[in-house]
């Protein structure tokens, strides 16, 4: 009777568990059979009513029943696992074959390609970059690179006044008379990449705001050759080894003698076509040797040292480089204009 009891209970055991297909079922049925208040468990524990002669033998065959139950559930809870196992893999799979997404990613707007490309090309020269101040004093912006107040060459350069004596910088010039008084009497060899303000109307190929960068030499025995050399090679550098440049005479104040330098132009050679309006050149930068008023001003003994000093436009680097056909685009934001620049990772 008691034996029919317990092999009644294996049986059921056996067949719940065989239907068992998750493991919140699984926990359910182990409860169901091997937990404290389980009917087998109620048995093992009212063995001691028995008679003595039977307890033993029942108890025998109450614990062989219960492991052969443990045995079921651990079978069973192995085979659930893998099952939802792989579930869950087949569930959270990625495909990895499925085309990216595409991210628009942003360029750099080639203002900074060149500005940054010019800037290398001295510092490979044994250049260091230096900085100053966009708000400007007129004692830096005029007076100290030698345009007293009232100087015609003042009319050149139309100026932002901030009030009477402090204006946004035409040039990046001022850097210089910074960098001399600075250095107090030791050589100088430094650009100066900065933005600069004039008053003009905007236009194709005028900005109220533009950027430069100030070359600077100071040493003994610094001769205008230096400075056709430091500029040859930055020019063979920038658009190619095939660019010659032609220096001009002209007029700064604080540079005597001043030249325009102008390159071959890469359209036609040299030979003259309408970018180049028939001349063969394009003008790219302004220089010169530094005037000896504007060593003295700034505490450098004119007899003793020497310079030159150059200042290139850098839109007008990037305008001939790209061929841009309008200065505004560079400022303006747009994508499209952007996106034609961007630079292949
Ligand atoms: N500062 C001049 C300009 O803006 C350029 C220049 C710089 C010329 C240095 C000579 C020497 O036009």
Same mark, same amino acid.
């Given at each position: 009777m008691e034996k029919e009891k317990i092999t009644k209970i294996y049986e059921d055991a056996e067949r719940e568990v065989s239907e068992i297909d998750s493991s919140e079922k699984l926990q359910e049925t182990k409860v169901k059979f091997l937990a404290k208040k389980s009917v087998l468990m109620s048995l093992l524990s009212s063995l001691g009513l028995l008679p003595p002669e039977e307890r033993k033998s029942f108890g025998q065959s109450l614990n062989e029943v219960r492991e052969k139950i443990a045995r079921l559930f651990e079978v069973k809870e192995e085979e659930i696992r893998k099952v939802e196992l792989q579930k869950k893999l087949q569930k959270e799979q990625i495909d990895i074959t499925l085309p990216a997404k595409n991210m628009d990613v942003g360029g750099v707007n080639p203002f900074y390609v060149v500005k940054d490309e010019i800037t290398d090309i001295f510092l490979n020269m044994g250049f260091e970059v230096a900085d100053g101040p966009e708000v400007e004093t007129d004692l830096f912006n005029f007076e100290l690179l030698n345009i007293p107040k009232d100087h015609p060459a003042r009319d050149m350069q139309d100026t932002f006044y901030i009030s009477e004596n402090v204006l946004l910088r035409t040039h990046t010039s001022p850097v210089q008379a910074h960098t001399m008084q600075a250095a107090e009497g030791k050589p100088i060899r430094i650009i100066c990449p900065g933005k600069t303000y004039r008053r003009d109307d905007d236009d194709a190929t005028h900005s109220h705001q533009f950027a430069q960068i100030e070359g600077l030499v100071i040493d003994k025995n610094i001769n205008i050759g230096h400075l056709k050399a430091t500029l040859e090679l930055f020019v063979k550098k920038m658009f190619g080894e095939k660019r010659e440049i032609r220096l001009r005479p002209s007029y700064f %104040?604080?540079?005597? %003698?001043s030249v325009e330098v102008d390159i071959t132009c890469a359209n036609c050679n040299g030979k003259g076509c309408s970018m180049c309006k028939g001349t063969g050149y394009i003008e790219i930068l302004g220089g010169g040797m530094v005037h000896p008023n504007v060593l003295k001003m700034n505490g450098y003994d004119p007899d003793v040292y020497s310079g030159f000093a150059f200042g290139i436009g850098i839109e007008r680097v990037a305008i001939l480089r790209y061929g841009i056909d309008d200065i505004r685009k560079f400022y303006q934001n747009d994508v499209r204009f952007l996106h034609q620049y961007r630079k292949k990772a």
């Open positions: %104040p604080f540079t005597e %003698p």
